[in-house]
Every structure is written in C-alpha cells, then in structure tokens.
C-alpha cells in the first residue's frame, strides 16, 4: 500500500512520520508499537532537515513496517 506525500508545514520531520504513520494504521500516534526513537534518533533527523541546513536528499527507514522517506521538501512517503 503507498500513501500520498503529506507535507505538513511547521512540524518537524520526527513528528510527521509519527502522525503519518499513526494515520496510515488508524490509531493514535501513543498506539503505535514502536517509538521512533528506537529506529532512530528523532534530534538528529530534525536538524537533518532544519531550515538553514543547505541538505537535498532524502532518509528512508523501516518504522512499524513502513518504509519510510522523509525528503529536504518535508515530504513523508510512506510504503507497505
């Protein structure tokens, strides 16, 4: 199953892959079963992609069986 891109304006990165991933699942982000923090270290994702930081690219990891893209646009695209 693919999802859209979601570009959520003025969340950090860490957050909108946990609210599109709760999304995608349809539960509450506290419901998810795994913490990004135990995929990743959410911090250094952020300031990855902070506004100032000249970055093109992208970050793709497995979180709750997604993989997951996380682009410098702020896109999260989720896949099955």
């Known amino acids: 199953m693919d999802s859209s891109p979601s570009s959520p304006a003025a969340k950090s990165p860490s957050v909108a892959v946990i609210e599109a991933v709760a999304a995608q699942r349809d539960v509450q982000s506290t419901e998810l079963p795994e913490k990004l923090y135990d995929i990743l270290d959410p911090d250094s994702l952020d300031s990855l992609f902070a506004s100032g930081n000249p970055t093109d ?24």
């Open 57 to 80: 690219g992208t970050v793709t990891f497995t979180y709750c069986g997604y993989s997951v893209t996380v682009t410098a646009d702020g896109d999260v695209i989720l896949k099955k």
